[in-house]
């Protein structure tokens, strides 16, 4: 991808491709539409999950896994100002699946109404690589690892939290770690 250019996920679905190139903080790889799937993916390139560009939320489809490589920053960003749950921000592992690599995905929402998640769903098992950091961002309110209803989440990687007096939850049907909670 042309690093001199912001590129942008808005509907679709990319399969059995790494996103590389780039790499600019203030020019990252953005899914902005809640219609997005990312089919067996690989992100080389800082990546941030937004609100979508009409006033929605976004809740992106992950399929065959997610890997993150060369220590990106995969961001999920809820900073609408809306209190409104639909604008929530996450990505849904359906099945049994692997966030893995190495890199950090970032949780950041504005208010604690809604969340910036990442879970499995359909009763499906998504498991955190060892490579990988899940983070809430600094000032950010409520953000969610896991989803109690979804299915089960195995921890190997590191889990921290970072924003004082606010809740990064995890929760699942099941919840394994094996790795650190921070």
Known sequence: IDSTRQWQLAGGTLKDITVSGGGDVLK??????????????????????????????????????????????????????????????GLNFGGIQTLGGSGVVELFSTTSNG???????????????????V????????TTLGDAAGGSLVIAGKVLAQSTGQTLRVTGATVTNTGIFE
Do not use: K
């Not at 969340?115 to 060892?130: C, D, K, Y």
């Not at 983070?135 to 409520?142: D, K």
């Open 115 to 133: 969340t910036a998640r990442i879970r499995p769903t359909g009763g499906g098992t998504l498991t955190i690589g060892s490579g990988i950091t």
């Open 135 to 142: 983070r809430n961002a600094t000032n950010s309110a409520l």
């Open 28 to 89: 990252p790889f953005q899914i902005t539409s809640a219609s997005g799937t990312l089919d067996n993916v690989t992100l080389g390139w800082n990546t941030t999950v937004q609100v979508g560009n009409v006033g929605s939320g976004n809740q992106v489809t992950v399929l065959n896994g997610l890997t993150l490589a060369n220590n990106r920053l995969l961001r999920l960003d809820r900073s609408n100002v809306s209190s409104s749950g639909i604008y929530d921000v």
